[in-house]
């Protein structure tokens, strides 16, 4: 069964920075459009950012030049590197994965997900 599982989550005070990792099992992330999601409490989940099979990538406004998604093909794993942390960015961060011909669609449905990895930003 294909799996993700995300790591990297943690406790920063603003201004601070932190790297996600998401280690893909049975499943190859260069294949795939791949993504980071997050869900802070109350709030709907929102796509952070997208990397697709050719490395076409989007980032959230809210996160633009400061977060930036990429992967390792040879390690099959994703990461998100995250500077400049606000409180805002408080979330349980999930990584996860379409299945795609060509680039990610601008509303990724994705097939898979991880648990997710906590992120709390304290001001």
């Known amino acids: 069964q294909e799996q993700l599982m995300e790591s990297g989550g943690g406790s920063v005070q603003a201004g601070g920075s932190l790297t996600l990792s998401c280690s893909a099992s049975?499943?190859?992330?260069?294949?795939?459009?791949m993504a980071w999601f997050r869900q802070a409490p109350d709030k709907e989940r929102e796509a952070v950012a997208t990397?697709?099979?050719?490395?076409?990538?989007r980032h959230a406004d809210s996160v633009k030049g400061r977060f930036t998604i990429s992967k390792d093909n040879a390690k099959n794993t994703l990461y998100l590197r995250m500077n400049n942390l606000k409180a805002e960015d408080t979330a349980m961060y999930y990584c996860a994965a379409q299945f795609v011909f060509g680039a990610c669609p601008v509303e990724v449905s994705p097939n898979f997900w991880g648990r997710g990895t906590q992120v709390t930003v304290s001001s």
């Open positions: 990397l697709g099979p050719y490395g076409d990538t």
């Open positions: 049975r499943l190859t992330v260069s294949n795939y459009c």
